[in-house]
């Protein structure tokens, strides 16, 4: 089931809340003052379902010029916009002003809706249709489908969802739900009886619930205690879901908007970012040394100075590197995409990527500056291995391999290895010989995998230890070395994800149940074998009442490991006690002796030579006799 995130996008009044509420039968607009003026001024959010079974949930974004702050904020994690244009006025300033912003932060994947169609006649629709396609040329919105639909009447709104749906399942990517996990606040508030609530669309990663996480820039752990996807309480939520989570330890008058919540210590607070920028085309400004501009990327916006690092001037269409000088802190991670809007009077004038988000202070016109910088934006050795390191997913990379690849040093290589596991991007796994590394996304997958099939596993057979270690291997991992497996697991065991007893492994805290029919297994054996003392019973004559063969082997195996029972020979057994004085007496003989006979072992506990055998094929089994060439003759292994 993919998680798709909608937005809308359009001037103001050309009908996208309408549209909304024709499409889930919600009013997206919260506010009263939003529904008394017929304009939405903050986010709206709402969902609907496709006959797919797919779930989208809709942002609902403002058109008007003052309230695009908190359009910036809405398209965070879209997967696909609605860009609605009214075919009674066409495309107006506001709706290129989204456009351009929309380009910028990175967003593809788009419909062209033309509302209020029950307005015009067949023949200005098709003139308003063909000037809209003439404006799109060149921009990404340029092969984008057409819906014709009236929201008012419900007009074209079966033949829009059927759009969606399509481009939803032939073009949308599922996000990344296996790496870190990050949340761009967009709202925050209190409940009674709860306290402080944080909303946003998941960007990427799992959250879930009793997960302890961070919240960037103030940089206070909080624990999860409760998550709402969509009004219903949820164990977990993925990348792609608008969520609503409670966390603790934190008031509603330390957040807000712009706050980033994920893993403790995987991002860092910044004032200095290194930045390419692209001024738009259709600009009218010149941007100068030191200027002052309004910064919007994820839900933040942070006024800051933009330092020009290789131009004296950047204008419409130019491009050049950046460093942004905030007036707050913030946390960013590199490849984030942000806008820029002119200071006074606000109007977007470019964006770009960032590329060194917890930059230093850099002088102008320097070459080295400009060189780095060129190779962050071409890919970093980090990067180059991080990509390398994807492709190793079922065995796992070696250093001496990555090395190889990258036609960079061991030490260049292993530098970048540390880097990238600073960054909570690989797991890093040092061997005797050398070094192997796991892509973080890899290694979540393995290890939801391998969990799951743990839980299912001792449901199956809840009288054993868990599932044999040389089983999880063969299933899940078997292209990866089996020393370098056995790394894995011992670094699960120091995460506290699983149990290990032996070579059986099972869920963090699992124990054996021992219940009513463990005990009647238990009761039963022992009431037999005990009284026989070396006369032993074979397993095939005692009645268990039922308890299948299976249980009753797994039960015998659990009294076998606690040392109760010994398995003298295939189906039969005896208390351990038993053995143990068996092995004394025949240690006793050796001594004075030197040798034991199938027939001495008979008579010294009194029982059968069909008995004695298995006696002393046991001690044999515990080095305690060998064989000297005759078969009924054992001399001392002590």
Not at 81 to 94: C, H, N, R, T, W
Not at 209 to 235: A, Y
Not at 449 to 464: C, F, Q, S
Not at 524 to 532: R, T
Request: glycine share 8%; with cysteine.
């Amino acid at each position: 089931m993919k998680h798709i995130i909608i937005g809308t996008a359009g001037h103001i009044d050309h009908g996208k809340t309408t549209l909304i509420k024709a499409l889930t039968g919600r009013n997206t607009d919260r506010w009263e003052e939003e529904q008394r003026r017929g304009i939405t001024i903050d986010l709206g959010f709402t969902y609907f379902d496709l006959p797919n079974g797919n779930r989208a949930g809709i942002i609902d974004v403002p058109g008007h010029e003052k309230f695009i702050n908190n359009m910036v904020a809405g398209v965070v994690g879209m997967d696909m916009v609605l860009l609605v244009v009214a075919a009674d006025e066409g495309i107006m300033p506001q709706t290129r002003e989204h456009m351009d912003i929309l380009a910028m932060l990175g967003v593809q994947k788009s419909i062209l809706v033309l509302n209020k169609c029950d307005l015009v006649d067949e023949e200005w629709l098709e003139l308003v249709e063909e000037e809209i396609k003439e404006e799109l040329e060149g921009t990404f919105l340029e092969t984008a489908p057409v819906v014709k639909v009236s929201a008012a009447t419900g007009e074209g709104i079966p033949e829009l969802i059927e759009t969606v749906e399509r481009l939803t399942e032939e073009e949308v990517e599922e996000k990344d739900i296996h790496t870190i996990p990050r949340l761009p606040v967009d709202r925050v508030f209190s409940l009674s009886g709860f306290g402080t609530i944080v909303t946003g669309t998941l960007v990427s990663g799992t959250i879930s619930k009793e997960d302890t996480l961070e919240m960037f820039p103030n940089g206070q752990e909080c624990k999860i205690r409760n998550i709402q996807v969509h009004g219903q309480d949820v164990e977990k939520c993925y990348a792609g879901q608008r969520v609503a989570i409670n966390i603790s330890n934190m008031k509603k008058k330390d957040l807000k908007r712009g706050c980033v919540l994920a893993p403790p210590g995987s991002m860092t607070d910044s004032r200095l970012m290194d930045v390419k920028l692209e001024m738009l085309d259709s600009t009218m400004r010149l941007l100068t040394n030191n200027a002052r501009l309004h910064f919007f990327s994820g839900t933040s916006e942070v006024l800051c100075r933009a330092v020009l690092l290789g131009d004296e001037e950047l204008g419409p269409g130019d491009s050049g590197y950046v460093q942004l000088r905030m007036e707050e802190d913030v946390a960013f991670r590199r490849g984030d995409r942000f806008v820029v809007r002119f200071y006074s009077p606000m109007e977007t004038i470019g964006g770009g990527v960032i590329l060194e988000p917890n930059a230093a202070r850099k002088k102008r016109f320097s070459k080295e500056t400009i060189e780095s910088l060129r190779q962050k934006e071409s890919g970093t050795a980090e990067d180059v291995i991080e990509l390398h390191v994807k492709d190793f997913a079922e065995t796992m990379a070696s250093v001496s391999e990555l090395a190889k690849l990258t036609a960079l040093s061991k030490e260049e290589t292993e530098a970048a290895v540390t880097e990238l596991a600073t960054q909570g991007l690989v797991c890093v796994f040092p061997m005797k010989k050398d070094t192997y590394v796991l892509h973080m996304a890899d290694e979540h997958a393995y290890r939801e995998k391998i969990l799951g099939a743990l839980e299912d596993y001792i449901k199956k057979y809840p009288y054993r230890y868990g599932m044999p270690k040389a089983e999880v291997h063969s299933t899940f991992m078997k292209r990866v070395k089996p020393n370098v497996f056995d790394r894995y697991i011992e670094y699960l065991e120091e995460q506290d994800t699983l149990t290990r007893h032996d070579e059986f492994l099972a869920p963090k805290g699992y124990e054996v149940v021992r219940d009513e029919t463990f005990e009647k297994v238990r009761r039963k054996l022992l009431g037999v074998i005990k009284p026989a003392k070396f006369d032993f019973v074979r397993l095939a004559d005692i009645d268990f009442g039922g308890v299948p063969a299976r249980t009753v082997d797994d039960i015998l195996l659990l009294m076998t490991d606690s040392g109760e029972i010994i398995k003298v020979a295939e189906g039969m057994y005896t208390p351990g006690v038993y053995m143990a004085e068996a092995k004394e007496k025949i240690v006793e003989k050796l001594k004075a002796d030197g040798k034991i006979t199938i027939a001495e072992i008979r008579d010294m506990f009194s029982t059968s030579r069909k008995s004695a055998k298995p006696i002393l094929e046991y001690m044999d089994s515990i080095k305690v006799t060998r064989k000297t060439g005759g078969e009924s003759e054992r001399i001392s292994n002590l």
